[in-house]
């Protein structure tokens, strides 16, 4: 049986034959005390998601517009899908779901292409945009997986670095 989220699906497969403790059944309860917090972020991304992005790539531009002329179409293709994936994320509330359906994906195409760098300048910019244009309550939430997509961004440069 699969779980909602990771974290659940990990719990149930580790409870087999036996009955979950108090500490195992503080993180459902967690999960179902803030359910309907999260459904309405994703309902709040799903209707900003697109503005958001175009903001943030109207930023971008200003930072690194040859990125923009010759891949602007894929960039803004890229950040509404990882917008799509931070909404699902944040109703799951799954930063492992995150990590391995979007953001180790992308970073590793990405590093092929070596375009990361100015990813994750973009992704800063969104960052940004986020926090300009979303309440606290919902920017606390975006967060986390945001700073997953930076850190992954940032990664192969770091690991260049130390080589």
């Given at each position: 049986?699969?779980?909602?989220?990771?974290?659940?699906?990990?719990?149930?497969s580790?409870?087999?034959?036996?009955?979950?403790?108090?500490?195992e059944?503080?993180?459902?309860?967690?999960?179902?005390?803030?359910?309907?917090e999260r459904?309405?972020?994703?309902?709040?991304?799903?209707a900003?998601?697109?503005?958001l992005?175009?903001?943030?790539l109207?930023?971008?531009?200003?930072l690194?517009?040859?990125v923009?002329?010759?891949h602007?179409?894929?960039?803004?293709?890229?950040?509404t899908?990882?917008m799509?994936?931070?909404?699902?994320?944040?109703?799951r509330?799954?930063?492992?779901?995150?990590?391995e359906?979007?953001?180790?994906?992308?970073?590793?195409?990405?590093?092929?292409?070596?375009?990361?760098y100015?990813?994750?300048?973009c992704y800063r910019c969104?960052?940004?945009?986020?926090h300009?244009?979303?309440p606290?309550?919902?920017?606390?939430y975006m967060?986390?997986y945001i700073?997953?997509?930076?850190?992954?961004?940032?990664l192969?440069?770091?690991?260049?670095?130390a080589?």
């Amino acid at each position: 049986m699969i779980a909602i989220n990771s974290q659940l699906n990990d719990l149930i497969s580790q409870s087999e034959g036996r009955y979950l403790s108090n500490s195992e059944l503080q993180g459902i309860k967690q999960y179902l005390q803030t359910v309907s917090e999260r459904a309405k972020i994703y309902d709040i991304l799903q209707a900003k998601s697109d503005p958001l992005v175009r903001l943030a790539l109207k930023k971008f531009m200003t930072l690194h517009p040859d990125v923009m002329k010759k891949h602007g179409k894929r960039c803004y293709y890229d950040m509404t899908e990882v917008m799509r994936y931070i909404a699902l994320s944040v109703l799951r509330d799954d930063p492992q779901f995150f990590k391995e359906a979007m953001a180790l994906w992308e970073t590793n195409i990405l590093a092929a292409y070596q375009k990361q760098y100015p990813c994750l300048v973009c992704y800063r910019c969104l960052q940004e945009i986020i926090h300009e244009n979303l309440p606290t309550n919902v920017t606390k939430y975006m967060d986390p997986y945001i700073t997953i997509m930076m850190q992954a961004l940032d990664l192969p440069a770091k690991m260049m670095n130390a080589a």
